[in-house]
């Protein structure tokens, strides 16, 4: 029974411990947080048990995922890449729309986001670069021309209609370049390059885009901003330069009000994050006991981490923290195991991906970053997102099961040497 067992759980036991602790906090929060949805749907267990089945599902292509050999996910990234972005193109075109943002694409009923995938593919092909152009004192200089390609079709793309997601993924292929020790040099020239960009796009923001929080106090004045919009050919491309705005001016008003100053309407996702912030009294008021579950909007997605600090207090916030952090450098020493530089890059490239969206969404949440659509991976209630960073663990999964491996044949090599001695 226990080889059974053993012959699913395979790979790194730390990293399924880290995994299956997320799960569980995810259900208790899911199933807390989803008031809304309860109230939509007419059922309490409704949503999480649909929750459920996703994690399950979830780590069903995890199993398999981690019983693939390294060597077939090099084979799998022409196609990957051919994938993402043939969807990231059919989304920009035909994409359907929420809250403002074209993300999904729906496929044979399926509704799934293409960035998601193309994530994984760029950390793949950046990871294969790497290796492929590795040199004994570090990599080819030519290995960050052809990042720079790569990046350059996809990061776009995605940039169009999620920008927080292109920003996160442009610094987890920075950090894989650091790790892949490219030239100081050019990644030098690549952050002077990134900064001026960062200030044209910022420019742009702020001069096409009009700040929607102010604009929603006279409906009619927006009304016609977005019919004006709607009509010019920019449109398409420019159109959520309003929300970035908006969320940048936020942001960058650091202007403490007094409580009874505060715009509930306005403000209604920062408002409520903060209060169930400062109500947890640090110790928290225990599962299931939220109040701002019921008046903060997407309380199960982008700011569950919020309703974990009220229930769980500020112990529940360490502990999904440092979850996080024994992920990444867990992942850093099954990288260091590796004795083939693409298993260690894709495994590093995966750990910092989950890691720095999960960070962002935890910045976003306690008020130190401007809000954004981020989910925390692998808690919050999201669809193919979550089947998708199963996917990613059972990655690193099996590149530790390799690394093991031929670490345990490295041992007996050489304990067979000293017998012979």
Excluded at 10 to 21: C, E, H, P, T
Excluded at 54 to 65: E, S, V, Y
Excluded at 248 to 266: H, Q, R, T
Excluded at 292 to 313: N, P, T
């Amino acid at each position: 029974m226990e080889k059974k067992i053993g012959n699913i759980f395979k790979g790194d036991k730390v990293i399924w411990m880290v995994f299956f602790f997320l799960c569980i906090i995810s259900i208790v929060e899911v199933y807390s947080a989803s008031s809304q949805l309860t109230y939509k749907g007419g059922s309490y267990l409704a949503p999480v048990i649909k929750h459920i089945g996703i994690l399950f599902m979830g780590i069903f292509f995890m199993i398999i995922t981690l019983n693939v050999g390294c060597r077939y996910f090099k084979i799998a990234t022409p196609f990957l890449l051919i994938l993402s972005i043939a969807t990231l193109l059919w989304v920009i075109i035909a994409g359907q729309s929420t809250n403002g943002a074209q993300r999904w694409i729906s496929l044979l009923g399926i509704q799934f986001q293409p960035s998601e995938i193309a994530k994984g593919t760029l950390v793949l092909a950046t990871a294969q670069i790497l290796s492929a152009m590795q040199t004994p004192t570090g990599a080819d200089k030519n290995a960050f021309k052809y990042i720079l390609v790569v990046c350059a079709v996809i990061i776009p793309l995605i940039m169009l209609e999620n920008l927080s997601t292109a920003v996160l993924l442009a610094g987890v292929i920075f950090f894989m370049m650091i790790i892949g020790r490219v030239p100081t040099q050019q990644l030098g020239k690549l952050m002077g390059v990134a900064v001026l960009f960062i200030v044209i796009v910022f420019g742009m923001v702020m001069i096409i885009g009009n700040d929607t929080s102010k604009t929603n106090q006279n409906n009619n004045l927006t009304e016609k901003i977005y019919e004006d919009k709607e009509e010019s050919k920019g449109y398409k491309i420019f159109h959520r330069f309003d929300t970035w705005k908006a969320r940048i001016m936020k942001f960058a008003d650091n202007k403490e009000l007094k409580p009874e100053d505060v715009d509930l309407d306005k403000d209604a996702q920062v408002a409520h994050a903060n209060i169930a912030i400062a109500s947890s009294n640090v110790v928290g008021k225990g599962p299931g006991n939220s109040v701002e579950r019921d008046f903060l909007s997407q309380a199960f997605s982008d700011f569950i981490y919020a309703i974990i600090i009220e229930e769980m207090g500020i112990f529940g916030a360490f502990v999904v923290a440092f979850l996080y952090i024994i992920l990444l450098f867990r992942s850093g020493r099954i990288a260091n195991r590796c004795e083939n530089t693409f298993p260690a890059f894709l495994a590093m490239g995966l750990a910092l991906l989950l890691v720095t969206q999960a960070l962002f969404n935890m910045c976003v949440a306690v008020g130190l970053a401007p809000v954004t659509g981020q989910p925390l991976p692998l808690v919050s209630k999201g669809g193919t997102s979550t089947v998708i960073n199963c996917i990613y663990i059972g990655v690193i999964l099996s590149i530790s099961r390799s690394a093991k491996k031929k670490q345990t044949e490295t041992e007996d090599l050489r304990t067979l040497k000293l017998s012979v001695a």
